[in-house]
């Protein structure tokens, strides 16, 4: 069935939807607390409040990645309460929130869920900060989490392109441990959190961020293999959408299948050139969640 939805008209960056983070009683007085969905500013301060209402409590993440100054201080403050950590089976947890991850005491990790490190180019204060500049502060977050020096620089020297996937084998020789959920926390063993299919939002919150120039935002809905690579690099998206001297407004989108979507965009470059331009959004569901897997310019631009 296709239908169209009303014309969504952006004049200005629209704020993206912010993490949900959600409290349950647990097994032996210890609480499960889940964060999931793209980290975003001001997650941190949500994350300690309610953190602020529990002794002890297992940290379930699945999540993209997004700001890189929520995933630290998300980090710090588990550190500083002795929480635990737990990526459940089916769920993805890349970028900002495998630095959130590693914050854990102890790590928890389930064999068939994705865990994946990045290069650190994020906006901080919504600025933009290089790869040298965004890496100094999370080999100090790490320092001060105690990893061992090989840790340190296997995270902090990440591909800029692409996303490092944690193996087995990989943590054990760089000193990263962690443990199997079922044998410590089977409480947390179940899947996790399944979000509807839901293909028009997803492509409404990537083009959001785009208009936002937010690369880390927009990334973090893009399909594992893909992520960080090409147009679907933080640095790349940044570099180009805020580069307009009229920011991209997304003025329709249509829903044109169970995964597609096609959207009608405008923006106009620094340089003068103006854009009225289609594409077609291609997406799967994965992870329990709606995410982007391709996008197929219609009008050249």
Not at 110 to 119: I, P, R, V
Not at 270 to 281: L, M, N, S, V
């Amino acid at each position: 069935m296709r239908y169209l939805v009303l014309a969504v008209v952006l004049s200005f960056a629209l704020p993206s939807q912010a993490a949900e983070i959600i409290r349950d009683v647990g097994l032996n007085g210890t609480d499960i607390i889940s964060v999931s969905g793209t980290f975003n500013d001001g997650d941190d301060a949500s994350f300690r409040k309610l953190a602020a209402t529990t002794e002890r409590a297992i940290i379930v993440l699945n999540s993209g990645g997004g700001n890189l100054h929520a995933g630290l201080e998300i980090g710090r403050a588990i550190r500083l309460r002795g929480f635990a950590t737990a990526v459940p089976p089916n769920a993805l947890c890349a970028s900002a929130c495998a630095l959130t991850w590693l914050a854990g005491s102890p790590r928890l990790l389930d064999a068939n869920s994705k865990l994946g490190f990045h290069a650190a180019y994020r906006l901080i204060n919504g600025q933009a900060s290089e790869y040298g500049a965004a890496n100094a502060l999370v080999g100090a977050y790490l320092n001060q989490l105690g990893l061992s020096d090989k840790a340190v620089v296997y995270v902090t020297s990440a591909p800029p392109e692409g996303v490092e996937w944690l193996s087995a084998e990989t943590a054990s020789a760089v000193g990263i441990t962690y443990e199997a959920i079922a044998a410590k926390a089977p409480e947390v063993s179940k899947p996790s959190e399944v979000l509807p299919h839901d293909p028009m939002s997803a492509t409404t919150a990537f083009y959001s961020a785009l208009a936002a120039a937010d690369g880390e935002a927009a990334a973090a809905l893009v399909v594992p293999e893909k992520r960080g690579r090409g147009p679907f690099n933080e640095q790349a998206i940044h570099g180009f959408y805020g580069a307009m001297s009229v920011p991209l407004t997304l003025t329709r989108t249509t829903l044109r299948g169970p995964d597609n979507v096609r959207v009608s965009y405008e923006y106009k470059t620094d340089k003068g050139r103006q854009c009225r331009g289609r594409a077609d959004i291609q997406t799967i569901y994965a992870y329990g969640r709606t995410l982007i897997s391709k996008i197929k310019a219609l009008d050249g631009c």
